[in-house]
């Protein structure tokens, strides 16, 4: 069975930064397309990031362009979100997706596997 863990939220005033990690279940060359989902209070799961199974291509949110860099680290399993300059209206639950497909994927529909979350709070 597929498990995938997200770490490394908290809270954080408006300007600092943080670092999500993703950890997924046996190799992440099994889950090649990986992705950052995020869910505000009252909102809908919205994307923020996504990566390919190389890491070669990656996308951004409009809103999280220029401050947010998205990784990973195949032979550690791993998946990353740098998140810098954050404002308080990053505050979220931030959650970790996978695929099996290598295109890079935008819609949580297209993402099987989920992590339960990592809740990061931006005071102002």
């Known amino acids: 069975q597929v498990q995938v863990a997200e770490s490394g939220g908290g809270l954080v005033q408006a300007g600092d930064s943080l670092r999500l990690s993703c950890t997924a279940s046996g190799s992440t060359l099994i889950h090649p397309g990986m992705g950052w989902f995020r869910q505000a209070p009252g909102n809908e799961r919205v994307f923020v990031a996504a990566?390919?199974?190389?890491?070669?291509?990656?996308d951004y949110a409009d809103s999280v362009k220029g401050r947010f860099t998205i990784s990973r680290d195949n032979a550690k399993n791993s998946m990353y979100l740098q998140m810098n300059s954050l404002k308080p209206e990053d505050t979220a639950v931030y959650y970790c997706?996978?695929?099996?497909?290598?295109?890079?994927?935008?819609?949580?529909?297209?993402?099987?596997?989920w992590g339960q979350g990592t809740q990061v709070t931006v005071s102002s």
């Open positions: 997706a996978t695929t099996a497909d290598y295109d890079l994927k935008h819609q949580a529909s297209e993402f099987p596997y």
């Open positions: 990566i390919d199974w190389d890491g070669g291509s990656t």
